[in-house]
């Protein structure tokens, strides 16, 4: 005789209180880019108050330098919020001049995605960085309670070495 699979569970109806608190906090202002960088490269952010800033590391490494918080180290897996709209410089190991953002030439893929190739030619670095800005008042006081750099790692310490 063949069994039977066991049933399937059901899951309660109910409502999504968190997407629903996402899609209230009114998300607006943003604006993506791929960064395609070969070292030495280092790039200057300049403030954008009012916006949450974040990069994410997808192969190779970097730095990112904070005035009045310590270095963070870039890794694939890492996602980095600066959330207070703070300058910050992004950079490579090697040493290199720290080039203004606006000043670096993008491929415009769209109107609000760019693709940005930017270094001296050798090991390679690929980032998705992006700035944000909420809109409602709700999500403005969630991100200023957030400290001055958030890093969120998906590898341990062995893999920085």
Same mark, same amino acid.
């Given at each position: 005789?063949?069994?039977?699979?066991?049933? %399937?569970?059901?899951?309660?109806?109910?409502?999504? &209180?968190?997407?629903?608190?996402?899609? !209230? /906090?009114?998300? $607006?202002? #943003? *604006?993506?880019?791929?960064?395609?960088?070969?070292?030495?490269?280092?790039?200057?952010?300049?403030?954008?108050?009012?916006?949450?800033?974040?990069?994410?590391? %997808?192969?190779?490494?970097?730095?990112?330098?904070? &005035?009045?918080?310590?270095?963070?180290? !870039? /890794?694939?897996? $890492?996602? #980095? *919020?600066?959330?207070?709209?703070?300058?910050?410089?992004?950079?490579?190991?090697?040493?290199?001049?720290?080039?203004?953002?606006?000043?670096?030439?993008?491929?415009?893929?769209?109107?609000?995605?760019?693709?940005?190739?930017?270094?001296?030619?050798?090991?390679?670095?690929?980032?998705?960085?992006?700035?944000?800005?909420?809109?409602?008042?709700?999500?403005?006081?969630?991100?200023?309670?957030?400290?001055?750099?958030?890093?969120?790692?998906?590898?341990?310490?062995?893999?920085?070495?």
């Amino acid at each position: 005789m063949r069994s039977m699979p066991p049933p %399937t569970p059901s899951l309660p109806p109910g409502k999504d &209180p968190l997407g629903q608190s996402l899609h !209230l /906090l009114n998300l $607006s202002g #943003t *604006l993506y880019c791929r960064a395609e960088l070969t070292a030495p490269w280092a790039i200057d952010l300049p403030p954008l108050p009012g916006c949450l800033m974040f990069h994410i590391v %997808t192969a190779g490494r970097g730095r990112l330098e904070t &005035p009045g918080a310590a270095p963070q180290l !870039l /890794l694939p897996g $890492s996602l #980095t *919020l600066v959330p207070h709209g703070a300058g910050h410089c992004i950079r490579s190991d090697a040493p290199a001049p720290a080039v203004a953002l606006f000043d670096i030439p993008v491929e415009r893929i769209s109107e609000r995605y760019e693709v940005m190739r930017h270094g001296g030619g050798g090991e390679a670095t690929q980032a998705l960085c992006g700035v944000v800005r909420f809109d409602h008042l709700a999500a403005q006081r969630l991100v200023a309670c957030l400290p001055a750099v958030l890093q969120i790692d998906s590898w341990s310490e062995d893999d920085a070495s």
